[in-house]
């Protein structure tokens, strides 16, 4: 693989994803200038992972803004695959979602699809898998969501509320088609085979139009999706795609839950974050402080930096002048990797008190 | 196709079936005098299906028999692919598991794989499926089943009930071992792909061993869940092969839905009965009156004594008489003929006045 080639499928991102390219491989759309403004005329504001790109591209997003103009309801849908505990990557699309909820208020499902997870892995049991399942739980409440508009689905739980749909959607769909999607081959599991019409089940859960923000690389399931549903006299679902968050070894890989010291959990202490962040938070800084001063150091390479654009500071201004401190070198690797540090660890400072209420009121969200 | 040929798979049965050939092609085993000795010293006596060979093969009996003599439990599973209206045909395993449940105190589990007749044939609505499903459980019901001991399972409404084991079990089969078994390709759909695991799941539904009465055509199902059983730490299920009960219109094919002529339903009225013997049942008889008094007719093509043979007449000597007197010219087709109009209509008096009992009690079979 040389430098510039990347791979990105629901099951293995790598390399230094070109997001551009994307884009044109998989035949979607940019989020325009032109869509912020109208997203800002109805909602007042733009999200901050809207306005950076952080969300960069979408399907048919604007057929979701006609509808809401039209006076007429849409339904939000986004969901987790528990191969893991939660890191921070996990909670972007949550955080997205939860934005699109308050904004138009909105229906969320939020689908884990811990029958994947078993599949895909040959070393997991189920057992594990809903453990996992139960802690990605746990964060994705912990954002505030709240039980009368949003309904968790765990797969082999509430496999009764999506099998007619899913049956609907696998007649529709032949071994050819997923092959092409996912480059499956003879040694692929039959539950991987089928699994894609499960994922495309709750997008026809309500008889309304989807929204469904996602990371990019979970698109090819809904490419399969848009091309059912109009043979099943459904409408196509529409989709917000995010980036991915990167390790913390760099920007050329995604974080990754097999590797532990790759990524900050939800659940990690402060000083864990803090060792994580000075250990191994990959540095666009120069190799000394005299070095730095005179040339500055790198933030579009800078784990600190970018953790810090796509998530923990929200504050335009407040991120400007970091950005710009840093490139002048005015501001260290040191001192980034300190405010990095600060608002990771205020941020999970809250989100941990609201993972303790979040245990309790588990149950209320569950499909039934 | 030479006059030889035939094919039986779960989706097509065509052709004169030899089913000595079926043993070696499925490698199952003959149901042996000795197997025969061995259930009529536990049971008392022996059905006449499996006295005269209707049912012929099996896997694993033996198995079965060890765990009852050591005082062990197992249960029975049986199903249906509700793809049209109830035939006499189709009752000819659910008799026997009927026999079996009686003789050995076991739990019986029916199975009504609606999704598969759905991934099946393109034409066909879930609405369609669901029709014909209420239609086949009412006549399951009508040959005594008692709601204590016998459950049903309706795919998509009982599948919350299966999906965990179904994904157990899809892990450990893949495309290879599906295209090999099923000859299924690339227009296939991912469905039916998915399927079989979830035939296999109720044959892991209680912890004991399985003993499954079925038509041959089925085998290969669960020649699949015979290899993936000790991969998941389960027993592999046990199984006894029936022959396919032939059409109206002669040996060489199995009674089929599609061809509403070719077969006697469970809801035919006495003149329709008579009017479907008379008029299509194939005759091993001569062309001519004299013709037969002198060469006799041939019961074994002879579809009016097959019927007899295989359901409707279980007294031996009654049989061997009508054979003979066939045979010999003694009886003539229009006689013979009348005596399986009678004894059809017989039963379908009992079992059409059972099937409105049935009605009443159905929810409570349902497994929950």
Same mark, same amino acid.
């Given at each position: =693989? ?6 990105? !499928? ?25 869509? +912020? ?11 901050? *992972? ?10 048919? %997003? ?16 986004? #969901? ?5 505990? !939660?890191?921070?990557?996990? +909670? ?35 057992? *594990?898998? /809903?453990?996992? !399942?139960?802690?990605? &739980?746990?964060?994705?409440?912990? +954002? ?7 309904? &968790? ?10 099998? @007619? ?9 032949? %071994? ?6 996912? #480059? ?7 539950? *991987? ?19 469904? @923000? ?5 698109? @090819?399931?809904?490419?399969? !999706? ?10 196509? @679902?529409?989709?917000?795609?995010? =980036?991915?968050?990167?390790? %913390? ?5 995604? =974080? ?14 402060? /000083? ?11 540095? #666009? ?42 490139? /002048? ?18 941020? +999970? ?20």
């Amino acid at each position: =693989m040389s430098r510039e080639d990347f791979t990105v !499928t629901p099951w293995h991102v790598e390399g230094n994803i070109d997001y551009n390219k994307l884009i044109e491989q998989f035949g979607t759309e940019r989020i325009s200038e032109q869509i +912020l403004d109208r997203l800002e005329k109805i909602t007042g504001d733009i999200h901050f *992972m809207l306005k950076r790109g952080i969300f960069f591209s979408h399907r048919d %997003l604007n057929k979701i803004l006609d509808t809401h103009e039209q006076n007429n309801e849409f339904f939000v849908y986004t #969901g987790r695959g528990p191969s893991g505990n !939660t890191h921070i990557g996990h +909670l972007i699309p949550w955080v997205l979602t939860k934005w699109i909820q308050d904004k138009f208020h909105t229906n969320v499902y939020f689908q884990l699809s811990d029958d994947e997870k078993f599949f895909a892995n040959k070393d997991i049991t189920l057992d *594990m898998v /809903s453990r996992f !399942t139960y802690e990605n &739980i746990i964060d994705f409440i912990a +954002l505030g969501f709240k039980p009368h508009n949003t309904k &968790i689905i765990i797969n082999t739980k509430n496999i009764g509320n999506l099998y @007619p749909t899913t049956c609907q959607i696998a007649k529709k769909i032949n %071994l050819s088609n997923i092959k092409a999607v996912f #480059g499956f081959t003879n040694d692929t599991n039959i539950g *991987m085979i089928f699994y894609t019409a499960l994922q495309s089940a709750p997008c026809f859960i309500e008889n309304k139009p989807v929204l469904i @923000p996602l990371g990019i690389d979970q698109d @090819p399931h809904f490419r399969i !999706t848009r091309d059912v549903a109009p043979k099943i006299g459904k409408i196509k @679902p529409a989709i917000i795609h995010g =980036m991915m968050m990167p390790s %913390l070894m760099g920007v050329n890989n995604k =974080m990754s839950t097999s590797k532990k010291n790759s990524v900050i959990y939800t659940t990690d202490s402060p /000083s864990t974050v803090k060792n994580k962040i000075n250990k191994y938070a990959f540095s #666009g800084g120069q190799s000394d402080i005299k070095l730095h001063r005179k040339k500055g150091g790198d933030p579009k390479i800078d784990i600190s930096y970018q953790y810090l654009r796509m998530f923990f500071e929200p504050n335009d201004s407040k991120l400007k002048r970091i950005h710009d401190d840093y490139t /002048s070198g005015r501001l260290l690797t040191g001192e980034l990797k300190s405010i990095a540090i600060e608002k990771i660890n205020n941020f +999970l400072e809250i989100h941990q008190q609201r993972r303790k209420e979040a245990v309790k009121y588990m149950k209320e969200y569950i499909l039934q």
